[in-house]
């Protein structure tokens, strides 16, 4: 299995951007397509975003999508979510997935707060 490496996590201030990436360890990005979660303490992971690594579409969950992007780089493959205007809500491990030969990734912690 190639393992999946996000990054980009830090201690942000509400109402700030952060970018997160995720790239394979080993090789070029060869899935169908990338998904993002995340998981708040105490909560279930959630569905966050995805990105179909070939044309590039994109789908997000109802809930985020306005402050929530998602994207590719092909020739980089690295996959990234852009979060705008975070809220301490959204302080959690940010996870990125694949279909085989990927999983998940480790995760990076975004922890959002004054």
């Known amino acids: 299995q190639v393992q999946l490496v996000e990054s980009g996590g830090g201690l942000v201030q509400p109402g700030e951007s952060l970018t997160l990436s995720c790239t394979p360890s080993?090789?070029?990005?060869?899935?169908?397509?990338m998904n993002w979660f995340r998981q708040a303490p105490g909560k279930e992971r959630e569905f966050v975003a995805r990105?179909?690594?070939?044309?590039?579409?994109?789908l997000y969950a109802d809930s985020l999508r306005d402050r929530f992007t998602v994207s590719r780089d092909i020739a980089k493959s690295t996959g990234y979510l852009r979060i705008d205007n975070l809220k301490p809500e959204d302080t959690a491990v940010y996870y990125c997935?694949?279909?085989?030969?990927?999983?998940w990734g480790k995760g990076t912690l975004v922890t959002v707060s004054s």
């Open positions: 997935n694949a279909a085989a030969p990927y999983g």
């Open positions: 080993a090789g070029t990005f060869t899935a169908y397509q």
């Open positions: 990105v179909y690594w070939s044309g590039g579409s994109t």
